[in-house]
């Protein structure tokens, strides 16, 4: 693996730690979902579970770092200066309903700028992870974006809505507007930070989602700038709204993604 940096090092090994009570936790699953209660209460240990690893081994390295996590929510808050943003599960419907597709992200922030992020399949064994002008990795192997040059023939990912949210339908209409415009019928697989990486690697050729949290995209923000991509915000300033409405992409079919969804959004008003 070539992870030379000293916070890689520990967010590596924090994850490491933390996957091996999460794939022993996945195995239960499948017997839960014939009992009585069903796995939801079980899940949600679980990621706390997960999320306690990883706090304790990154506090363990750096106790004066502030941490903004899915479940425990900020530790440390009077640092400003450097973060650990950690979604201990993500794509916990998937988890829930035995699944493969989920993974543990962590990112760094310094100065309210994610400079070093890991995304981690422990089903998969894919460990992607990048740091700010050192490329980005999918285990030994560097990655970079595709080539693909034209939406027609692109794959893309999408995700959402959430069932609370309140742009519902404009949603769907996006998700119909690419629809029309895409040979390949989209993909929606459930984990944002894996849909993140894919594009890093090339398996999609562009991503986009409205409402995410700063937890779900953090790792994957420098992942993919870092193997060549694109990632900007469809109507609002990243650093002042709580949820991030993220268009990502090899950056060939980027104007053309994002013209299609900004469109749409135009003819809504
Ligand atoms: C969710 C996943 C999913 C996305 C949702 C997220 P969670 O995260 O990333 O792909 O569509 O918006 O909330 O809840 O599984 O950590
Ligand atoms: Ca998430
Ligand atoms: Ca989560």
Known sequence: MRINSPKLNIMHRACMKA?????RDFGEIEKLQVSAKGPGDFVSSADKRTEKILIEELLKSYPEYGIFSE???????????????????????????????FAISIGYEENGKILTGLTYDPIKNELFFAESGSGAFLNNTRIRVSKKKNLKNSII?????????????????????????????????????????????????????????????AAGIVIIKEAGGFVDYLDNDPN?????????????????????????NIENN
């Open 19 to 23: 996957s091996k009570s999460l794939i």
């Open 71 to 101: 479940e425990a929510g900020k530790i440390n808050e009077k640092n400003k200066i450097n973060r650990w943003i950690i979604d201990p599960i993500d794509g916990t419907s998937n988890f829930l309903n035995g699944i493969p597709q």
């Open 157 to 217: 990912g999408t995700g959402g809505p959430k069932s609370n949210s309140k742009i519902k339908n404009e949603i769907f209409d996006e998700f119909l507007s690419v629809s029309k415009n895409v040979d390949i019928p989209l993909r929606r697989f459930g984990s944002a930070s894996l849909d993140l990486a894919n594009v890093a690697c090339g398996r999609f050729d562009g991503f986009w989602q409205r409402e995410l949290n700063y937890w779900d995209i």
């Open 240 to 264: 002042n709204n709580k949820k991030y409405s993220l268009i990502a992409s090899n950056s060939l079919i980027h104007r053309e993604l994002h013209d299609l969804i900004s469109k749409k």
